[in-house]
Structure formats: C-alpha cells, structure tokens
Nanobody, 123 residues
C-alpha cells in the first residue's frame, strides 16, 4: 500500500504563491503516477496536474497551465505543486493521488488518496 500526505495549504491573497507537498510512504517497488486534484463543495473533483514516476512527464489542466508547476523529488518520494499568480477560483481542497495506470485526468482512476489540504485565495 501507498500512503499520501499533503501539506502546504493555507490562506493567500490573489496574485500570491503557495507550494503544496505530497509525501508518500509505504511501498516503493510499484511505480505510479502522482496527480493533484481539487474540489469545492458541490462540485466534482477536478484534475489539476500530474507527474509520472520518473518525474520527466508532466500534465496540466488548461486552467493552471503557466501558473502551476508540478515536480518530484525522487529521493525523498515527495511531489510538489508550486502555485503562482493564484486566483480566487483556485480556492479548493487540494488532494494528492496515485495511480498505476489509467486515464491521468480522471479522478476515479486513481487508487491512492491523501486527505487533502485547504487552499483559500482571498481577492
């Protein structure tokens, strides 16, 4: 099994930056893609970004491309989401997730999930 723990959320003003971290523990012998999703009340979980096991392939939602950067520290097994130029519409609970295979942008094809971290952007 793989356990994921998010951190780094908080309150920030519009235009500001935050860096989220997703620390993984447990099995290291099974490669998986790590994704970030976000969710607001009453809405479906939304794909934000993903990175492959080797850290050399990155995927972004159009809404965050050019503002967010996903990266991975392979040695520490930590995935980061650097968020810049934050907007009020980025306010959500952000979740880290892992999948061994499947469609990267579909939340229901991820097996491992963290508990989420709240990001609030004030305008």
């Amino acid at each position: 099994q793989v356990q994921l723990v998010e951190s780094g959320g908080g309150l920030v003003q519009a235009g500001g930056s935050l860096r989220l971290s997703c620390a993984a523990s447990g099995r290291r012998d099974v490669p998986y893609t790590t994704g970030w999703f976000r969710q607001t009340p009453g809405k479906e979980r939304e794909f934000v970004a993903a990175i492959n096991w080797g850290g050399d392939q990155r995927f972004y939602a159009d809404s965050v491309k050019d503002r967010f950067t996903i990266s991975k520290d392979i040695g520490k097994n930590v995935v980061y989401l650097q968020m810049s130029n934050l907007k009020s519409e980025d306010t959500a609970v952000y979740y880290c997730a892992g999948q061994r295979n499947g469609v990267i942008r579909k939340y229901n094809e991820y097996t491992y999930w963290g508990l989420g971290t709240q990001v609030t952007v004030s305008s």
